[in-house]
C-alpha cells in the first residue's frame, strides 16, 4: 500500500531542497524524521513536515503504523517561479527568478 503527502508552493529552489531529499529513499519514516532534524538547512525543516504529514496520513486513513512504513520516494519538482528584476548600470534591469517547489513523499509498507 502506498501513502502519499504533497506540498506545494514551498519558496525554495528545487536544486537546493533535491539535495537534502536524496537521502530520505530507502529508509524508515522515523528514521527519515531523526535524519533531517540534524541536518541545518531550510530544505530539511521543510521535508519534516511533508514526511510527518505522509505518517500522519498513514496512520489516520489507512490504519497502518507510521514506523514500519518505508520512504520509496521524495521527489522534489519544479513549481512556478517569481520573475523579479534587478537595478543595473546605465538604467537598465537584469531579471531573476524566485523558484518555487512542489515536494512528494510516498511511503509503502514493506509488503
Known sequence: MEIKAYTKYLRISPKKAREVARVLPGRTASEGVELLK???RKA????VKTLKS???NA???????????????????EGPAL??????ARGSAH?????????RI???DNA
Open 38 to 40: 540534524f541536518i541545518p
Open 44 to 47: 530539511a525543516r521543510m521535508l
Open 54 to 56: 505522509a505518517m500522519a
Open 59 to 77: 496512520e489516520n486513513n489507512a490504519n497502518l503504523a507510521a514506523d514500519s512504513l518505508l520512504i520509496r520516494e521524495a521527489i522534489v519538482e
Open 83 to 88: 520573475r523579479r528584476f534587478r537595478p543595473a
Open 95 to 103: 531579471p531573476y527568478k524566485k523558484r518555487m517547489s512542489h515536494f
Open 106 to 108: 510516498i511511503l509503502s
